[in-house]
């Protein structure tokens, strides 16, 4: 079989690569990512890739599209949906005619690798240029070797970039990382806040928090279920309940976080990362792994706060077992994905 890899870069390349060559499939990597800025970016990450193919013998093509200002052109006027207006559809686009017009059998994507992209669009757009362009489109969900790629990228020393691509992630990410306090006049300060934060297991009556954990999950018959046998988790600022969330015992080694939810007022603050925390230190003393469900959109929150490896998707989750239509933002809710953290981390 005749493949050409779309590859956005070398760390993401590892797995996809290493996986496809234990399949006895040797892939032609395909370098076509105009959505790469700055340029000393674009530069950093192609020169990287070039480098890593040549040292494990993998053919790799190089087409060169520093695309900076058609990127921007296209997906100014709706720059949220980006991503699946135009950044996916352009570059798996040129993948596809490329394989089509110089006799590959089919096509396929590192961006398959990386929990941080939108791995149902993905297939979506994918599966429309197969059609467009009469081509086979090759999908493995390489999302479970995502950890293990990016180990290896690590040791191996390879470029690791800080942000997905274009100028508005690198913003996100900057942004995130950035105390955004504003400029007081001279003479004020701002005076320190004291976290007078206190997490507890909550002992007696679980259920006077069911209308809070409705906002993350709309089933009352489903929490009941869970919050029976559960723990549940209070975080408490002074004395007001910020953030609630209820883990449930899998096996001996495993639990889940089934639901986790912090109060309108308080979101965007960190309490749902300080519960996670709180929750992984408490439950590695017995157990090995935390899984938790989510949706497409809360994958990358999720991944950052260590659930990083892909476990399994239950298709038609959201479907099948809720009697209305759910809605997570823009995006309606139909698959539950799984992944899980390691409590074994150092870190
Ligand atoms: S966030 Fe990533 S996938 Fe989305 S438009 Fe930017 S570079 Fe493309």
């Excluded at 798996?92 to 941080?116: I, M, R």
């Excluded at 909550?202 to 409705?214: A, H, M, R, V």
């Excluded at 308080?266 to 996670?276: L, P, V």
């Amino acid at each position: 079989m005749k493949l050409l890899l779309h590859t956005c870069c070398a760390p993401c390349s590892v797995y996809c690569i290493d996986s496809l060559r234990k399949e006895n499939i040797e892939p032609t990597v395909y370098w076509f990512n105009p959505n790469i800025h700055p340029y000393t970016e674009y530069k950093a990450r192609r020169d990287c890739l070039k480098e890593y193919t040549k040292s494990i013998g993998v053919e790799a093509i190089f087409e060169e599209n520093y695309g900076l200002k058609d990127f921007c052109k296209n997906v100014i006027g709706d720059l949220d949906n980006r991503c699946q207006n135009y950044c996916y559809p352009v570059r798996l686009e040129q993948t596809a005619k490329y394989a089509k017009e110089n006799g590959f059998d089919t096509f396929s994507t590192t961006l398959l690798v990386s929990p941080y992209q939108k791995h149902d669009l993905l297939i979506k757009v994918a599966e429309q240029m197969a059609k467009k362009y009469d081509i086979d489109f090759l999908y493995r969900d390489f999302r479970v070797g995502f950890r293990e790629g990016q180990n290896k990228a690590r040791e191996l020393g390879l470029y690791m970039q800080k942000y997905c691509g274009c100028v508005f992630s690198e913003q996100q990410i900057f942004l995130a990382h950035t105390n955004t306090k504003p400029n007081l006049p001279e003479g004020f300060e701002f005076l320190p806040v004291k976290r007078n934060i206190i997490i507890s297991k909550e002992k007696n009556d679980k259920k006077q928090y069911i209308n809070l954990l409705l906002e993350a999950d709309p089933s009352e018959k489903i929490i009941q279920e869970y919050l029976k046998d559960g723990d549940l988790f209070v975080l408490r600022y002074k004395d007001d309940v910020v953030c609630i969330a209820v883990v449930t015992k899998l096996d001996n080694d495993t639990v889940e976080l089934k639901n986790i939810v912090t109060k309108e007022e308080f979101r965007g603050e960190g309490y749902a990362k300080k519960m996670i925390k709180y929750l992984a230190d408490n439950y590695k003393q017995r157990y090995k792994k935390m899984l938790v469900g989510t949706t497409e959109n809360n994958i990358p929150f999720y991944v950052k706060q260590g659930f990083d490896k892909y476990e399994k998707t239950i298709k038609n989750f959201f479907v099948d077992n809720y009697d209305e239509e759910i809605w997570d933002g823009d995006l309606k809710c139909i698959d539950l994905i799984y992944y899980s953290k390691n409590l074994t981390d150092k870190n």
